[in-house]
């Protein structure tokens, strides 16, 4: 039983690299005729099919394996009844179905697919549907749950897009490697960093150094370490030889390929036993508690400002993020550089602090009391839905990627730089940076989130933890780009809609913030309650405090944005009135009197018509 769920979940995993890799191919690596497919592109068609079709076989044997061990035969297993209670009411299967509905999504898809945009948005979604499981891939109880299952989360993407990216490339002609090779081969070194640090953390988590090296996990984890380090030698090779040459030697390319596809199917074999292979233990290493049985987190002493400032729990997840940004935004920074252009020190240094304040509100202090204090919760989400928001509009990242992503590699070619214009100019693109929209995603998910079970639940879990903190970011960020945004916006708006909008934003927060400090019930579904943290005795006045502290540091921002949008109103109105001046003393330079002359003799004309007639 155990070699068929260790088969079954290689199937699934080769399925889902292998379609990751397949749309990346095609939106990506190959050329585009005008947003749509090429006819290179096109012959992929049938490869997305047969690889999305084995990633869906292969999540559906995971859940008859999953049920496999609670009932005597695999009849009782495929009971519709059964199924579906697995779906409804386990967590595990419920992620399950989520893996199983995008991979059937991307196999319909398949057929008839044929924009650019829709490929990228199947992408996403395939990275999502892949990962959803690995957030139930280490039980809270087994501690560093943050740390073990954002590394595996980077550790499972970065796979997938270097195997998949591997497997896509192996399938294409010599004249279409020629074109993909060279995006790919950027692409391949990001992964391969992240797959080895996110590696590395998640071995060090789980392992025992001094005594776990005789284990079947540690042994698994060494074959699986030589693996890497050979894909990154071969890597190395295909780098130097395509680097520097104008004639590739593209049969000695083709016999590396081929040994690098077969070391990463040996690989995700590897990792197929890995996640069947339980773990050995680190005794000694954490203090069970009730804290740790729900979110992964021994209890933290009481608060205090050398603990809050002081404290780090790192969300490996988190900082796999926010590491990715800062190297994007660095290499957009060096590429204007290297151009000979100038990118403002203030919008760098506005990116920094966002992500300092990201970073302290998620794996800092603030992040790590966030899980046992309502108020500290609410201080992170003022942060992270705030604050930092200002400082990522304020940092302009959409324009610097528009300044510095790679553009078509021919004319028809819309590349990397259009894919992103055309989706700010699209439908959805004009509708989510519309202000009335932003407001409502920004305020009315204050109501949607509090005043429902929502938080409850999601608290419960590292991924619904995990969406609020993207959420709280993309909203406000949403938010503060309509109305001080710097980057370019597909709808100009009016200073005074922004200045109402503001208006409005800073009444619906203040009514939100009384609504929540007049509660009388808890709003948390009992999940403080069930911690029992013993520095925190009176959790309806902590909730009352959390919502006084929203109302004080929600007002604040808000108030600046409005400050900033008058001096935005004034200095373009400035710039109107030099630009209409400018625009006087030259046609008066030039014998042509401006408008206000020509309205003048308009008025004499008028008034010597009338004298004459009477």
Known sequence: MNFLNTTIKYVNLLGGFAT?????????????????????????RNLLKISALTWFIGVLGSIIFT??????????????TVILSFFVQIE???????????????????FQVKKILTLIFLLIISLAGLVAPVFLSHAASGGSHSLVVGSLVIHVIGLSLWVG?????????????AIAVPRFSQLALWAAIAVVISGVVNAWARLNFASAWNSTYAY???AKTLATISLIALGYLHRKNLEGKEKINWAGFAKLLTIEAAIMVVTVALGSWLSNTGSPSRPGDFVFDRAISVVGIATPPKPTWSSVLFSYEPNALIIGILVVMVALYVKGVMVLTKRGDKWPVGRTISFALAIAVIDFATSGGLGLYAHFSFSFHMIAHMLLGMIAPIGLVLSAPMTLALRTLPQGRTPSE???????????????????????????????SLFALYFTDLFGIMMRSHLGHLFMTLHFLAAGFLFFSAVIGVDPNPRRVPHLVKIVILFTAMSIHAFFSVALMSTSTLIDQDFFSYLQTPWLTDLLADQKLGGSIGWAMGEIPILMALVATFIHWLRDDTREANRIDRNTARQAAMGQPDDLANYNQYLQKLSQRDKNES
């Open 414 to 444: 819309r590349g990397v730089r259009g894919s992103l214009l055309a989706a700010l100019h699209s439908k959805l693109g004009v509708i989510y940076t519309n202000p009335i929209v932003a407001l409502l995603i920004f305020d009315g």
């Open 165 to 177: 990216g591997i497997l896509a490339i192996a399938m294409l002609s010599e004249s279409d490697r």
């Open 20 to 44: 990751i890799g397949v749309l990346l191919a095609m939106a990506f690596f190959l050329l585009d005729v005008e947003r749509k497919l090429s006819t290179s592109a096109e012959k992929l």
């Open 220 to 222: 698994i984890v060494i």
């Open 67 to 80: 049920l496999a061990p609670m009932y005597s035969s695999i009849s009782a297993v495929l009971d519709p």
């Open 92 to 110: 595990l299967g419920s992620y399950l179905a989520f893996e199983a509905i995008i991979a059937f999504i991307v196999f319909i898809c398949a």
